[in-house]
C-alpha cells in the first residue's frame, strides 16, 4: 500500500475500476476452456451498472468479421461447434487508454517512491506506453528482452501469505541519482505498461500501443 492525498485517491478513482476490469478479464477464455465463465458474467454485469456507455462501446466495437480477422492473426481456431463471433476480443474504448495513463503516472510515482523514498515533484517528465495481451502473443513488446535484462526484478509481492506475482509483478533500473526511473509491469495475463519518470522534466508526452 502507498500513502496518497485524498484528492488524488477522488480523481483517479474511475480510472482504477477500469484499469481493475482489465485485470480481471485476462485472456483465460482463450486458452483455458476450464475458466470460470460466470467470472465474466459478473464483471460485465457490474460494468452495465456502473459504466452502460463503455459497455455498449465495447459490444459494439469488434464485428463477428473482424473477430475472424484477428484469430487468423494470432493463430487461433474455435473448438469444435465454436463460433468466431464467441470469441473472447474485445475492443477497449479510449475511456481505457484514459484511465492507463492516469493509473500509470500515479503507480510510477508510487513505484519509485518505494525503491528511492524521494517524492516526485510537481512538473516531473513522463511517458508511458502499454499493450494488452492481443499485443504480447503477436510478439509486440514494449521493450525488447535485451534491455529488460538490465532491469532489476522486484520482490516477490505477498499479502496475507498468498503470493500476487502471478496479478501483478514488474521490474525496475533507477538512475544514481533517485531522480529518473523506469518501470515495466505485468498486470495478470491481460496488459504490460512501461513508464519512465524524471524529475528533470526531460522526458515529455506519453504513447501507447493502442492508443
Not at 8 to 24: F, P, T
Not at 175 to 191: G, I, L, V, W
Request: charged content about 25%.
Amino acid at each position: 500500500m502507498f500513502a496518497a492525498c485524498k484528492n488524488c485517491n477522488s480523481k483517479s478513482s474511475d480510472a482504477e475500476y477500469l484499469v481493475g476490469l482489465m485485470v480481471k478479464m485476462g485472456w483465460g477464455l482463450m486458452v483455458d476452456s476450464k475458466v470460470d465463465k460466470s467470472m465474466y458474467d459478473k464483471i460485465f454485469s457490474e460494468l452495465r451498472f456502473k459504466k452502460p456507455a463503455i459497455l455498449t462501446k465495447m459490444q459494439n466495437g469488434l464485428s463477428a468479421a473482424a473477430k475472424k480477422r484477428l484469430a487468423k492473426d494470432i493463430g487461433y481456431i474455435p473448438p469444435n461447434g465454436g463460433l468466431y463471433a464467441d470469441m473472447p476480443l474485445i475492443s477497449f474504448p479510449e475511456e481505457f487508454n484514459n484511465a492507463i495513463k492516469i493509473f500509470g503516472r500515479k503507480l510510477a510515482i508510487a513505484l519509485h517512491y518505494k525503491h528511492t523514498n524521494k517524492i516526485a515533484p510537481q512538473n516531473f517528465g513522463f511517458k508511458l506506453r502499454w499493450a494488452t495481451n492481443y499485443e504480447l502473443i503477436r510478439n509486440q513488446y514494449l521493450v525488447n528482452e535485451e534491455i529488460l535484462n538490465n532491469f532489476a526484478p522486484a520482490q516477490k509481492l505477498v499479502r496475507e501469505k498468498v503470493d500476487l506475482s502471478s496479478q501483478f509483478n514488474y521490474s525496475y533500473v533507477i538512475t544514481e541519482d533517485n531522480k529518473s526511473s523506469a518501470f515495466h509491469c505485468s498486470f495478470s495475463e491481460s496488459f504490460e505498461i512501461l513508464f519512465l519518470l524524471s524529475f528533470d522534466n526531460i522526458i515529455e508526452g506519453d504513447s501507447s500501443i493502442n492508443a
